[in-house]
Nanobody
Framework: QAQLVESGGGLVQPGGSLRLSCAAS????????MGWYRQASGKQRELVAA????????YADSVKGRFTISGDNAKKNTVYLQMNSLKSEDTAVYYC??????????????WGQGTQVTVSS
């Protein structure tokens, strides 16, 4: 069974920083991309940042210049999201995802359980 475990969320003041981590384990293979979505209360889930194994990254306009996504070059199953200059509008539950193959060789997107990020003074 595939599992994505996130960590690093919490409460931070505006202008502060947090670093989220996500590690994939279990029956997930050949991970092609990992990234982060977020969902604020009463809003739709939106893509925050994506990182493909080839090194291509993609960011939401609202986080460009403030957030940085990176992967673990050795492990290939871990993704990080460094969040700087946080704003109140960044408050949301952040979900990690991984696109990979399962034990049945089928390709699918796997999701983490989510981690709360709250930006407030």
């Amino acid at each position: 069974q595939a599992q994505l475990v996130e960590s690093g969320g919490g409460l931070v003041q505006p202008g502060g920083s947090l670093r989220l981590s996500c590690a994939a384990s279990g029956s997930i293979f050949n991970i092609a991309a990992m990234g982060w979505y977020r969902q604020a209360s009463g809003k739709q889930r939106e893509l925050v940042a994506a990182n493909a194994n080839g090194g291509t990254t993609n960011y939401a306009d609202s986080v460009k210049g403030r957030f940085t996504i990176s992967g673990d070059n050795a492990k290939k199953n871990t993704v990080y999201l460094q969040m700087n200059s946080l704003k109140s509008e960044d408050t949301a539950v952040y979900y990690c995802y991984a696109d990979g193959q399962g034990s049945d060789d089928g390709w699918r997107r796997y999701w983490g359980q989510g981690t709360q990020v709250t930006v407030s003074s």
